[in-house]
Structures are given as structure tokens and as C-alpha cells.
């Protein structure tokens, strides 16, 4: 393919105003300064215009009397030429089918692996769906299996609630007697004195089961609690002495260097039993002290009244 004149020799773009470009002596094309490899020095000499701008091939192919020196003394210099690997990076025919071609083959190979990764991402998502499957699957299971061990642990729970030892009497009580015998009635004529009342052997014995059973459950009771309580005709009634009833109170905002034996000093001095007993309250603020005091329930009243347990001082109870 032959080059334009309008276009750059080397790159094969086209030519601006813009650019500055030089123009070939000889064959009258024009290549783009900044595709040319020279000093700045050659550059500035060939656009002034000082030696002119030949090629390679404008030097392989100038006649010999060219190169013969001026007669007007001017001074003879070779000219600068292009050099051979920037003659081989202009467009040569044929290298556009050559270029055509290779880009087929990328575009060919290119193909070829998008459609071998389809095939690898189509197998994945396969894959992914059957793991998510098996997954939910197992998942459900597990829950399942767990609902099952709650219900078990829970049955367990309620079956270790229930009391394991039990009374006899009451799982296991007395048989009742059976009846006693009846004696025939007579079919022949009427019955007789001897028929009506049987010998005393073959009577049974007249035991009261009701009483029986009922000093068997009295015995047994008695056994399980031995005192009697609620007697009232017994001097052995068991009781438990009660604890005085107290009242406490919180004081706070009082000094730091207040301790829990001053405030024990200063209650015990209006309440008349001797009963305070205080508890320093522990904080992370050291600017005052919290106390928890307590009283009988007779002295809480003295000591709720503030004016009379610390008239002047600047702690308060609440």
C-alpha cells in the first residue's frame, strides 16, 4: 500500500496543522517530527532549513553528482536521513490482511475461552444449588432432630419433678374383706329357727375393717410426723422464737471521712434499744459516703426524722 502524502511515514496518521511535520528533499513525503529519532539540535537545523531532509531510500536512490560540493563555498554537509528501522515501521502492502488475519485469530481464541468458561461457571452453578439443596435439607433435619431432644429433656424434667418416693398406703392400699357367706335359703316349707340361724362356726368373725384400716393410716401418719401439732391439751407444742422486726434506711451525701462506727455512735444516741447496726455502701465516687442502716421497727420513726438524728449536718436519710 502505497503512503500518502498527506500522512505520516512512520505512524501512518494523518497530517495537522497542529503538528509539526518535515518534508522528504526527494521523494516529497512528510513524516512527523516527533516520530523522528534525532537531537533537538537537527531538528531546529532541518526546520530552519539550514540541510535538507533525505531518507534512506532517497539516498540509496540519488544519482552520485548530488553529493559533489556547492561552488559558491557554502558549507557541504551530509544531510540527516531516516534510518532503517524507521523506514521498516512504515506501512508496507500487505500488512493489513496480515494484521486482518491475526486479529481473527485472537478474536477465534477469544471465543473459544469464553465458551470453555461458560461451561465452568454453568458446572459451578449446578454444583452451588445441589450444595444449597443438601444444605436446607440437613438443615431441617438438625432442627427437627433438636425439637425432638427438647421434647425429651423436658418429658425428663418432669418426670425427675415428681416425687419418687411415695407412701404404700396410698399406692398400695389394704384389700377390702370379702363379703361373708350367706346361708341357703330354704326351698321346702317354712323356714325353721334352726335353718334361720346357722351354727356359730360357720359364722365369720366380726372384724370391723373400717376402724382397722383407719388405725393402719393413723399409724402410719404417726410414724411419718411424731409430734403432734396443734394439740391443745399438750404442754410439748414446739415454737420457734421470732426475730425482732427491723427497718433500714439509706444516708447518703454524707463526708468522706465519715465512717460506718460514727453513724452506729450517732443513731445508738437517739434510739434507746442499742439496736442500729450500719453498713458502709461501697462507690466509685469519692467525693461523699453512702450508708445502709437499720433499726428496730419501735426506733424507725425517731430515726426517719431527720431534724433529730443530725439537725446540723449536711447528710440527710431517705
Known amino acids: 500500500m502505497v503512503a500518502d502524502k498527506n500522512t ?38 532541518l526546520l530552519c532549513g539550514e540541510i535538507p531532509f533525505t531518507c534512506y531510500l532517497c539516498e540509496k536512490q540519488r544519482p552520485p553528482t548530488e553529493d559533489v560540493a556547492p561552488a559558491d563555498g557554502a558549507i557541504s554537509a551530509a544531510p540527516p536521513r531516516l534510518s532503517r528501522d524507521e523506514e521498516s515501521r512504515a506501512p508496507q502492502p500487505g500488512d493489513l490482511e496480515n494484521r486482518l488475519c491475526g486479529l481473527r485469530e485472537l478474536l477465534l481464541n477469544a471465543l473459544q475461552g469464553i465458551s470453555l468458561l461458560t461451561d465452568e461457571v454453568n458446572a459451578l452453578r449446578q454444583e452451588n444449588a445441589r450444595l444449597h439443596k443438601e444444605t436446607v435439607k ?5 432442627a427437627a432432630a433438636i425439637t425432638s431432644l427438647q421434647g425429651n429433656v423436658h418429658a425428663l424434667r418432669l418426670e425427675l419433678g415428681k416425687p419418687k418416693h411415695r407412701r404404700t398406703s396410698f399406692f398400695n392400699p389394704r384389700p377390702s374383706p370379702p363379703p361373708p357367706p350367706q346361708p341357703r335359703a330354704s326351698t321346702q316349707g317354712q323356714p325353721t329357727s334352726e335353718s334361720a340361724s346357722p351354727p356359730a362356726s360357720l359364722l365369720p368373725a366380726t372384724t370391723n375393717w373400717a376402724s382397722s384400716s383407719q388405725e393402719h393410716l393413723g399409724d402410719t401418719r404417726r410414724r411419718v410426723r411424731d409430734v403432734a401439732v396443734g394439740a391443745n391439751n399438750t404442754s410439748d407444742i414446739l415454737s420457734v422464737p421470732r426475730r425482732p422486726l427491723k427497718k433500714a434506711l439509706f444516708v447518703s451525701r454524707s463526708h468522706p471521712d465519715t465512717s460506718a462506727a ?13 439496736s442500729a447496726e450500719c453498713t458502709q455502701l461501697k462507690s466509685k465516687y469519692t467525693s461523699y459516703a453512702s450508708f445502709h442502716v437499720s433499726v428496730s421497727a419501735e426506733s424507725f420513726a425517731v430515726v426517719n426524722d431527720a431534724t433529730m438524728v443530725a439537725p446540723r449536718g449536711p447528710s440527710t436519710p431517705h
Open 8 to 45: 505520516c511515514v512512520v505512524c501512518s496518521r494523518k497530517l495537522t496543522s497542529r503538528q509539526q511535520s518535515l518534508k522528504r528533499s526527494h521523494c516529497g513525503k512528510r513524516v512527523h517530527c516527533k516520530c523522528i529519532t534525532w537531537s533537538e539540535e537537527e531538528l531546529q537545523l
Open 138 to 142: 440437613n438443615s431441617n433435619m438438625q
Open 262 to 274: 460514727d453513724v452506729t455512735k450517732l443513731v445508738n444516741s437517739v434510739v434507746t434499744d442499742n
